[in-house]
């Protein structure tokens, strides 16, 4: 949540204790579901991080749909729901730090063309993916207000 928003905590202050059960919670679903896709589909070293760079795609997607369907729909979901889903699950499924380590690891590997193609596509694939959920969350919040009898 934004500074001034209904539910924003005050800058430098803690937030709630219920607040930051729910990013607890949710972030032991969204580290386990990570880590059940990483076991299920390990990659060689050398090779393209494809199950880390799906991840990352489809949490930037959805953070992209879901903070747009909050905002767009005004303050409907609570801001231990909004926390549950963008920060918990979503911020442990996405992974900035094994992105950055298999980065490095292509590039220890000798597999440098590897490593600079997995960090473009990777950053360019997560902009495009965050802009088509805010676009497709926009405009479904648009359509649910719509249909909202006056």
């Known amino acids: 949540m934004r500074r001034g928003e209904r539910g924003a905590e005050a800058p430098g202050r803690l937030p709630p204790r219920s607040r930051l059960l729910a990013v607890a919670a949710g972030g032991a679903i969204?580290?386990?579901?990570?880590?059940a896709f990483v076991r299920a589909a390990p990659h060689d070293a050398g090779m393209f991080p494809s199950v880390t760079f799906a991840e990352n795609v489809v949490g930037a997607f959805l953070l992209g749909l879901i903070l747009a369907l909050l905002l767009g729909l005004g303050s409907r979901v609570d801001?231990?729901?909004?926390?549950f889903l963008t920060t918990g699950i979503l911020g442990s499924f996405?992974?900035?730090?094994?992105?950055?380590?298999?980065?490095?690891?292509?590039?220890?590997?000798?597999a440098v063309e590897v490593a600079l193609v997995y960090a473009f596509l990777s950053v360019m694939a997560g902009l495009a993916a965050a802009a088509v959920g805010l676009a497709v969350g926009r405009a479904v919040a648009a359509r649910t207000i719509a249909r909202r009898p006056s």
């Open 79 to 83: 801001g231990n729901r909004a926390s």
């Open 30 to 35: 969204g580290g386990t579901l990570r880590y």
């Open 94 to 110: 996405t992974t900035f730090s094994n992105f950055t380590f298999e980065s490095v690891d292509l590039v220890r590997s000798g």
